[in-house]
């Protein structure tokens, strides 16, 4: 099957918060019912996500006409479970020590607040950071529809992250700016950077890149809470523990569909920027309403306000997180740019020179009519191409170029 890559993209990430407004319901259900402490919540999901993420990446490892079922139906760079490459660990300990973090601080969160639909715009306020970390780490700088896009983004998750109980916490405040988006930031730059880099001179793969992300994470989530219990005095470790053994099913069943709902979201990753990604994830907002006002019907949290203001309030709230996905669709623009090089210039200069042209995102020497092909990925066309162009006639080696605006963009799943 073949779909165009800019409507894969936004499948991807919008399948993913989708998804994620559903485990949060069942979360909720979790603190509500069977594990109210966060800490040995948090280490529960990592024991038992280990054991049901290796049984589902084993199964999508089964081959099936001569490729792997997941290739076929969730990532076509996936072959099969592998172990992880030397390559990968310096980006693999980062996204797992941000993954213990943002699990421990969600269910902190949830605990406090208890109704999803608040829970997941408070945590969105991250596109704000990504923003700015990607400005520093990366070449592309932030537009000014980027940066419009990303605050109309982030003040409606605020409004949104308002309960419809019409309460809000200063503590889970602390815990979102202190805990939750910080580690965000360390998990999507760097699971982003595990889906760009090359295994085996193919792309990386979703499925393999959460296997491994998942056991590092237990990894520094069992040391951080054993750490924490030696030292406060408390008895998480043991709870967790007793929690991932009684509580096995319900844990075995938010981690099996969080694998899918974080497969989906590396994927996109690899096909969009950070903070672009996020901001379209971000319509879990939106999502997660419905699924809040079933589980309230049940008790689970305690029903919700009927105050029109409050109502209001968290209508505006989504329908500034809905204007900006769209004005961050709508700014996109790529290209590619064919080079003829004169002779006698050495090729790793000259694709340096144009690897540090801001908007290129990829650079590849090629065989027969042109010497290099360019990757642009800009979000204003006319002041994108001007800036692009005057750095390509400032490089000495270039004896010719041709500019390729996309139209559609087409990619295998």
């Known amino acids: 099957m073949k779909i165009r890559r800019k409507y894969l993209f936004y499948a991807l990430a919008f399948a993913s918060a989708i998804i994620t407004a559903g485990v949060s319901a069942i979360d909720a259900t979790i603190i509500a019912f069977h594990i109210p402490d966060p800490w040995a919540f948090g280490l529960s999901c990592f024991l038992v996500g280990t054991i049901i993420t290796l049984l589902i990446v084993l199964v999508f490892s089964i081959p099936v006409k001569g490729k792997s079922?997941?290739?076929k139906i969730i990532d076509p760079s996936f072959k099969r479970l592998r172990l992880v490459r030397k390559e990968e660990l310096k980006y693999h300990i980062p996204a797992a020590v941000g993954n213990s973090a943002l699990t421990i601080g969600y269910f902190a969160l949830l605990s406090i607040l208890g109704d999803p639909s608040a829970v997941i715009p408070f945590s969105q306020i991250v596109i704000l950071y990504l923003i700015i970390i990607e400005s520093i780490i990366e070449k592309d700088m932030p537009t000014l529809s980027e940066i419009q896009s990303s605050l109309i983004v982030t003040f409606g998750a605020i409004l949104g992250s308002i309960s419809l109980t019409g309460g809000i916490n200063l503590q889970s405040l602390a815990i979102v700016f202190l805990v939750i988006n910080p580690a965000w930031v360390l998990f999507s730059i760097y699971q982003r950077k595990l889906k760009l880099i090359k295994i085996d001179n193919?792309?990386?793969?979703?499925?393999?890149?959460?296997?491994w992300n998942v056991v590092f994470a237990c990894i520094f989530t069992t040391v951080i809470v054993f750490m924490y219990d030696a030292l406060i005095g408390t008895n998480h470790f043991i709870m967790g523990i007793t929690a991932s053994i009684e509580h096995f099913n319900w844990v075995a069943?938010?981690?099996?569909?969080?694998?899918?709902?974080?497969v989906f979201y590396i994927r996109a990753l690899g096909i969009g920027k950070a903070s672009v990604t996020q901001a379209v994830k971000a319509s879990s907002?939106?999502?997660?309403?419905?699924?809040?006002l079933v589980i309230s019907y049940f008790n689970i949290i305690p029903p919700f306000s009927t105050d029109p203001v409050m109502i209001l309030i968290k209508i505006i709230g989504t329908t500034l997180v809905i204007l900006g996905i769209v004005s961050f669709a709508l700014a996109l623009v790529k290209a590619y740019v064919f080079i003829s090089v004169k002779p006698g210039y050495p090729i790793e200069e000259t694709m340096k020179e144009l690897w540090n042209i801001r908007g290129v995102t990829r650079v590849a020497a090629t065989a027969g009519k042109y010497d290099f092909m360019v990757k642009i990925r800009i979000r204003t066309l006319v002041k994108g191409y001007e800036k692009i162009i005057r750095k390509l006639e400032g490089i000495e080696a270039i004896n010719k170029y041709k500019w390729e605006s996309v139209l559609k963009e087409w990619e295998e799943i």
């Open 69 to 71: 079922l997941g290739s």
């Open 202 to 211: 193919k792309p990386n793969d979703a499925l393999n890149i959460r296997f």
């Open 253 to 262: 069943l938010t981690m099996g569909i969080t694998f899918f709902s974080l």
């Open 285 to 292: 907002v939106l999502f997660a309403i419905p699924f809040s």
